[in-house]
Nanobody, 122 residues
Framework: HVQLVESGGGSVQAGGSLRLSCVSS????????MGWFRQAPGKEREGVAGIESDGSTSYADSVKGRFTVSQDSAKNILYLQMNSLKPEDTAMYYCAADPFLCGYQHIQRAAYWGQGTQVTVS
């Protein structure tokens, strides 16, 4: 039973930075495909960033160059460093994991995700 717990969200002014963390536990696998998706009120889920077990990463065009996804495999922690935040980045951010669905464009359909952490940019 995979559990994902996010933290690090908050309120920040435009241009600021936040780092989200996600601790994973309980799964028989480290999560071959992991990443982050977000959902704003009234909008569909949007894949933000993906990372595979070999370290390869992918990003949505809207965050490329501003967000960085990384992982500490030894500690089972996934990170999302968010810089130069914009008001349109405001959303609930979810950490997700899936054995097969890799890449930012698929991570929002992952089998496992956490409870989310709110990011508000004003």
């Amino acid at each position: 039973h995979v559990q994902l717990v996010e933290s690090g969200g908050g309120s920040v002014q435009a241009g600021g930075s936040l780092r989200l963390s996600c601790v994973s536990s309980g799964g028989p696998y480290a999560g071959h495909c992991m990443g982050w998706f977000r959902q704003a009120p009234g909008k569909e889920r949007e894949g933000v960033a993906g990372i595979e077990s070999d370290g390869s990463t992918s990003y949505a065009d809207s965050v490329k160059g501003r967000f960085t996804v990384s992982q500490d495999s030894a500690k089972n922690i996934l990170y999302l460093q968010m810089n130069s935040l914009k008001p349109e980045d405001t959303a609930m951010y979810y950490c997700a994991a899936d054995p097969f669905l890799c890449g930012y464009q698929h991570i929002q359909r992952a089998a496992y995700w956490g409870q989310g952490t709110q990011v508000t940019v004003s």
